[in-house]
């Protein structure tokens, strides 16, 4: 079906809102989540089935509760089907983190920084060497969060580090710079956005994600050698 671009940015807006209400209030149906977010529950119902299709959600059956009918199935975020990667990039050392949706680290390494070499280079490697790392038929990474110390603007840095990820298999996940990492239980702002109780009409984004899909440059084997 075809969206405008109004009506693309909306539905992402609802699902982000969907998966940050269920980080803070895991269980919750869907009718409970369509009043919590003030939004229709044919429209909640829709949304939530393209997260359980696409492994964002999972649904269990809640224990009888000795009442008559049934008792709705709640809903959860997957645990750790969808991984986040962090990167830290100092003047001295970087560092790499592979976290579940519930902030359960995976994996971590770092390196330090050899004077005359590029850090994002070296960042770009550790990133692809931790995809390897954690990788499984079932697993995807969906965001990689990068608070970097070093010169130059973030929309730069993005599109740098975009470039040296291209034809890798991280090519296409979105970026984000910042200057404080993101930690807690809830997803980080890459993912889920500043969404407000009542949800933003059309035209009001989540969040800023830069994303790189230009044609190609360094092959994978060249950022794991």
């Given at each position: ?22 980080c ?10 369509a ?14 089935s ?22 709705p ?13 962090s ?19 995976l994996?971590?390494?770092?390196t ?23 990788y499984s ?9 990068v ?5 130059g ?6 599109q ?12 296409g ?5 910042q ?21 933003a ?12 899909r ?12």
């Amino acid at each position: 079906m075809y969206l405008s671009r109004e009506e693309a940015l909306a539905r992402d807006t609802n699902r982000m809102a969907i998966l940050r209400h269920l980080c803070t209030n895991p269980g919750t149906a869907r009718r409970a989540l369509a009043d919590a977010l003030d939004v229709p529950l044919s429209t909640i119902a829709g949304l939530v089935s393209g997260l359980l299709e696409e492994g964002w959600l999972e649904k269990r059956e809640a224990p009888p509760s000795g009442q008559r009918g049934r008792t709705p199935a709640g809903l959860y975020v997957q645990p750790d089907r969808l991984v986040l990667l962090s990167a830290e990039i100092r003047i001295d050392r970087l560092g790499v983190v592979a976290r579940t949706l519930a902030s359960e680290s995976l994996a971590n390494d770092e390196t330090a920084h050899v004077p005359g070499t590029s850090a994002l280079v070296t960042a770009a490697k550790l990133l692809v060497r931790m995809q390897a790392r954690v990788y499984s038929p079932e697993r995807r990474v969906i965001c990689i969060h990068v608070r970097a110390c070093v010169g130059g603007s973030e929309a730069g840095l993005v599109q740098q580090l975009g470039e040296l990820l291209r034809g890798t298999p991280l090519r296409g996940v979105p970026l984000r710079m910042q200057g404080e990492m993101h930690g807690g239980q809830s997803l980080p702002e890459p993912v889920l956005g500043a969404v407000p109780a009542r949800l933003a009409a059309a035209g009001h984004t989540a969040t800023a994600i830069a994303r790189d899909r230009s044609a190609s440059l360094p092959a994978a084997d060249s950022l794991v050698s």
